[in-house]
Each structure stands twice: as structure tokens, then as C-alpha cells.
């Protein structure tokens, strides 16, 4: 039988917002079934602002596994930590060889993950127990439940409820009521709904007497530009922005559309309701954790193929719901 662990590590130094978020219900599932533990997240440079302040861990560690230096003072750090009884390493469809020889040379007692081979790679983790990947099935896992089938081989596992961020006090007092957020950008430029097809959302949503705004991301360069063009007309946008002022924003916001990318998963993340324009990408698979979320896809699974009124027709029925209270 596992002893109960006193100190756990639970590496995800990957930098993609949307899957860390997608990790939340396991660290949080693996936080309750060990309330007395000391909780260690370790989370990429990028992602740092998205876990800072939450109540999933205990304590936070930034590494950078980018580049040599910020590696090796990585793996300096984790081999002079106090050793964790416990390792939890979470992947989703790619496995990073820089991140599982942390894992490795942390040193952990026990080091939990899937098994290096269903990426074909070797185990560059040192796992101690290698959990087999869950087979595929139709409808798809979603990948939420992926990172609680590691949590179950833990000995944790229970869905916990949501919200799964809660936004900063102070910032949510100041974020504007009743917004509905747009984003047209995603780092990937295959997950980006057309231009025009914002634009005739953002002007139905307008003939409705909604405030409408842009969110524009760094990688999103030029978007609000192209929907602008579209629309004919400027409207806010909000740009530059930190993730926790983000989530404070979406908490208070009446809606949020936009493609499948990391703020999608933070709109979702704070309760609001938030609906994911799809294409390649399944939602079933892909879509965000939260209390009031909804996935578009056309059945070709081509994003061309989505209409305007496909989104609007289940946007609009969600500005009638309660939003999540999270504060």
C-alpha cells in the first residue's frame, strides 16, 4: 500500500495555456485526496501568471526549458530541492524529452506518467510506474480525463466541481459588466475562423444592443485589423493584457466566441459562458473544462464550413444563462 505522501511534485512545464488548464481537474482532483501534502507545481516561464495565486498548490516553480541554460539551472534546481515522495508527469498528445528528464532528475520516490512508448520514445522520466494510455474510443477522451486517469493511478481521480480558476479579487472588482468577448486570433493560423464570420457575429450581437470587444493576443497580429476591415466599423479591443486580467475580465462577461486557443480555455476555465468555433480540432476531445461551455464544428470538420448563424445559433440562447458565480 502507498504511503501517504508529504511532498508531490506535478510537473507540466509546457508552455500551451489551454492544456495546463485542461490538467487543472487532476492537480485539483490530486490536491483534495491529499489535503496535507506539500503540492509542488512546476509549469513553463509562459504559463507562470496562469497558476501564480491559485489554490491548487502549495508552491509554484518556474523552469524554462527553451533554451541550454534555463534547462540546466532547471535540473540544478529540482536535484537540490527537497526530494518529493511523490512525481506526477502530465502529457497530452506530445511528450517533451527536456520535461521528462526533470521528472527523472528530480529524484521523486515515486514517478507516475503514461508510458514513454505510446509516443514512441524511451522512458526518459526513470518512471517508477508507467500508466498505460488510455485506447482510443469514439467519442474521444476527452483530455481532461486523461490527466485523471493519472490521477486515479495515484490514488486521487474524483472530478472535482467548478469554477476551475478563480480570478484575482482586486482585478475582478475592476473588470467591466456584461461584455461579450470575440477573438479572432490563435496561435495556430489553421484554428482561425474567417474574418468575415466574426464580423457578421459581432454585428448581429450588436443589433441586439450587446457590447461588443475584441480580445487580440500577442501572436494574433493583425486580426482585429482583418475583422475591422470586415465589420466596417472599430470596435474596442483589448490587447496586452496579463492572463489573470483576463480571467477577472471574462468572469464579468456576458459571452465569449473565439477559436480553439488559450483564452477560449481561460473563458471557460471562470465560468463564462463560452462557446469554441472548431475545425480540425474536435471539441469533444479539445473543448475547455467549465460550467457553461459549448463547441461548434462543422460535420467536415473544416472551419470554412461554419457559418456565422451555425455560432450565433447556440451563442444566443447562452446569453439568457446565469453566469457562474466565482467571487
Given at each position: 500500500m502507498r504511503r501517504e505522501p508529504a511532498r508531490i511534485h506535478l510537473f507540466r512545464p509546457q508552455n500551451q495555456l489551454g492544456d495546463l488548464l485542461l490538467?487543472?481537474?487532476?492537480?485539483?482532483?490530486i490536491r483534495e485526496r491529499y489535503p496535507e501534502a506539500h503540492l509542488v507545481l512546476i509549469v513553463g516561464?509562459?504559463?507562470?501568471?496562469?497558476?501564480?495565486?491559485?489554490p491548487w498548490a502549495d508552491e509554484v516553480r518556474v523552469v524554462d526549458t527553451r533554451n541550454l541554460l534555463g534547462f540546466a539551472r532547471a535540473g540544478l534546481g529540482l536535484a537540490t530541492a527537497?526530494?518529493?515522495?511523490?512525481?506526477?508527469?502530465?502529457t497530452t498528445v506530445s511528450y517533451s524529452r527536456s520535461s521528462a528528464m526533470l521528472v527523472g532528475w528530480s529524484g521523486a520516490r515515486e514517478r507516475v506518467g503514461f508510458d514513454a512508448r505510446h509516443y514512441g520514445e524511451r522512458d526518459r522520466a526513470s518512471l517508477t510506474q508507467?500508466?498505460?494510455?488510455?485506447?482510443?474510443?469514439?467519442?474521444?477522451?476527452h483530455q481532461s480525463e486523461l490527466g485523471l486517469a493519472l490521477a486515479r493511478a495515484v490514488g486521487a481521480g474524483d472530478r472535482p466541481p467548478p469554477p476551475y480558476y478563480v480570478p484575482d479579487g482586486t482585478l475582478l472588482s475592476q473588470a467591466p459588466e456584461g461584455v461579450v468577448y470575440l477573438h479572432p486570433g490563435a496561435g495556430k493560423l489553421k484554428?482561425?475562423?474567417?474574418?468575415d464570420r466574426f464580423a457578421a457575429v459581432a454585428r448581429e450581437l450588436?443589433?441586439?444592443?450587446?457590447?461588443?470587444?475584441?480580445?487580440?493576443?500577442p501572436q494574433d497580429h493583425g486580426t482585429v485589423e482583418a475583422v475591422t476591415g470586415a465589420l466596417g466599423t472599430a470596435l474596442p479591443a483589448v490587447r496586452g493584457e496579463t492572463i489573470p486580467e483576463l480571467a477577472a475580465r471574462f468572469a464579468k462577461a456576458a459571452l465569449y466566441i473565439g477559436n480553439d486557443t488559450g483564452p477560449?480555455?481561460?473563458?471557460?476555465?471562470?465560468?463564462?459562458?463560452?462557446?469554441?468555433v472548431y475545425g480540425w480540432t474536435d471539441p469533444a476531445e479539445w473543448g475547455p473544462i467549465g460550467r457553461s461551455v459549448r463547441g461548434v464544428r462543422a460535420p467536415d470538420g473544416r472551419l470554412e464550413s461554419t457559418s456565422p448563424r451555425d455560432v450565433l445559433d447556440v451563442a444566443i440562447p447562452m446569453l439568457a444563462e446565469e453566469r457562474c458565480a466565482v467571487g
Open positions: 490538467n487543472v481537474c487532476a492537480i485539483r482532483s516561464r509562459q504559463n507562470a501568471a496562469a497558476v501564480l495565486g491559485q527537497p526530494r518529493a515522495d511523490l512525481a506526477v508527469y502530465f508507467a500508466v498505460e494510455y488510455p485506447a482510443p474510443r469514439t467519442p474521444p477522451h484554428n482561425r475562423w474567417p474574418p450588436r443589433s441586439r444592443g450587446r457590447e461588443v470587444q475584441w480580445i487580440e493576443g477560449l480555455h481561460l473563458a471557460g476555465a471562470v465560468g463564462c459562458p463560452t462557446v469554441g
